[in-house]
């Protein structure tokens, strides 16, 4: 099955409003990574937080970490059109990369 | 310094034929994976390899698919007498070093269409 699970599994927004997708996952992690998807494309690596990061920043995107909750949460803010993407969470390290399900996302100009 | 090369970016073949899909990863990394996407849905994990040794094959499936990194040329994952439900996008990626931080560079993927 898989580690984790995107919430929610779409989300359309207009342009200039901020995105927040969520990540459950089941076991414990060394980390959690943020990948980008576009149609058709192959995977972009965003952002990556350790067990013992409760938030990390990166430009435009922020995510928080909960370990208590298995759980983290990515924030676009200030979406724009070029944001369209899937989002999928992985956790895992050298060996292997468990990737969620996906969060597709829309921003509408 | 390229990233992970796959090719063919698009194959296509009939039931029964066979499928071989190459990945190059990036210079100075000697750790690949291969991971499959069915369509509206994440990658699953299917084999993790080093030149010439597969570490890890626990998401491959039993028969007719199997992969190879030799010490020369690209990681190689060959998929047996394919069937329609083979169809799917195929990614590689790599990373350099042994590391539970390390991040994965992943390559544009084949998309695999059966007929």
């Known amino acids: 099955s898989q580690q984790g699970e995107e919430d929610p599994q779409a989300l359309s927004i207009q342009e200039g409003e901020n995105a927040t997708m969520n990540c459950s996952y089941k076991t414990s992690i060394n980390n959690l990574q943020w990948y980008r998807q576009n149609s058709g494309r192959g995977l972009v690596h965003l952002i990556l937080?350790?067990?013992?990061?409760r938030e990390k920043h990166s430009g435009r995107l922020r995510v928080t970490l909960d370990t208590s909750k298995k759980s983290s949460s990515l924030l676009i803010t200030a979406s724009r059109a070029a944001d369209t993407a899937s989002y999928f969470c992985?956790?895992?390290?050298?060996?292997?990369?468990?990737f969620g399900t996906g969060t597709k996302l829309q921003v509408i100009p | 310094n390229a990233g992970v090369m796959q090719n063919p970016r698009h194959l296509v073949r009939r039931r029964g034929q066979e499928a071989r899909l190459r990945c190059s990863p990036m210079k100075g990394h000697s750790h690949v994976y291969w991971y499959r996407q069915l369509p509206e849905e994440g990658l699953k994990f299917m084999v993790y390899l080093q030149k010439e040794n597969i570490i890890d094959e626990s998401g491959m499936p039993k028969e007719r698919f199997s992969a190879e990194f030799p010490k020369e040329g690209p990681s190689i994952l060959r998929i047996q007498q394919v069937v329609r439900g083979d169809s799917a996008a195929y990614f590689c990626?790599?990373?350099?070093?042994?590391?539970?931080?390390?991040?994965?560079?992943f390559g544009p993927g084949t998309r695999l269409t059966v007929l």
């Open positions: 990626a790599s990373s350099p070093l042994r590391d539970q931080n390390n991040e994965q560079f």
């Open positions: 937080i350790r067990s013992n990061e």
């Open positions: 992985a956790t895992g390290g050298y060996q292997k990369v468990t």
